[in-house]
């Protein structure tokens, strides 16, 4: 694998300008897993906007647990603490919405710093062209009910060349290099990703979601699509992505069983896995 340059605190602090998201930062060499890192020091009480970031992942996973491609020097591993909600949502309400606004900050921070336009495969995939280029992974911890704990983990496929993805995930991974055609600099790009982060979870904090339910949504590659969704405890289903709800959730109009059958209601899918079905 080709390497692009090297992850820098002093790189990334000459381009930061957030308030607090990394304003406190550690960079590893490697790590197991950053969300890991992260957890712990936030039991141990580390600050809001603290961040953890990675050159390589010995563990990395996504939701599920599923494991996630981490070579080293080459793409962007972090995870950042956040603390408390702010007045206008609930709990569950800001919880559902977390992930997605993270999902839209890390699109808009590729736009700004690699003239890249990725589209969002709900609730929180990046994909270029159908390919996943990254995802967002956030846990969540809550000490009292006005004060939870939210680690956002930020997996981003930067510099990889196409070939030297794993085998089995040559067909549905990608890289932002592919479209960029040129390494981006990752130092920047952190920058940019937190500030973008700051910027929508204030703004989440302090309007709520109609603005942001609005950019999610015209990002969406999922909505109008023919889905088949996959829940743990449930049978699956297959239908339309309608639309999404005032708290995030997917809604999903069910395929009749029969032709003359009446469209069943929508169903809100909250917790699933979602597969764009071809056309």
Known sequence: MSSSALL?????RSTLATESLGQILYLHHDLPSTNTEAAALARAGAPHGTAVIAESQSSGYGRHGRAWFSPPGLNIYCSIIVRGMGDNLSLSQWLSWVPLVSALAATEAIQQTAAVSLSLKWPNDLLL???????????????TINDPVVVIGIGLNVN????SFPEELQPIA????EASRQPIDRNRLIAQLLLELEQCLGELRSSGSVRLRQAYTARCATLGRHVRVLFTNDH???GIAEALSADGALQVRTVPPHPRSQPMLLVDVRAADVIHLRE
């Open 8 to 12: 820098s605190l002093d790189r990334i």
């Open 129 to 143: 062209h159908e390919r996943k280029v990254g995802g967002i992974l956030c846990e969540s911890s809550v000490a």
């Open 160 to 163: 990889v060349p196409p070939l």
């Open 174 to 177: 990608a890289s932002l290099m």
């Open 236 to 238: 699956p289903i297959v």
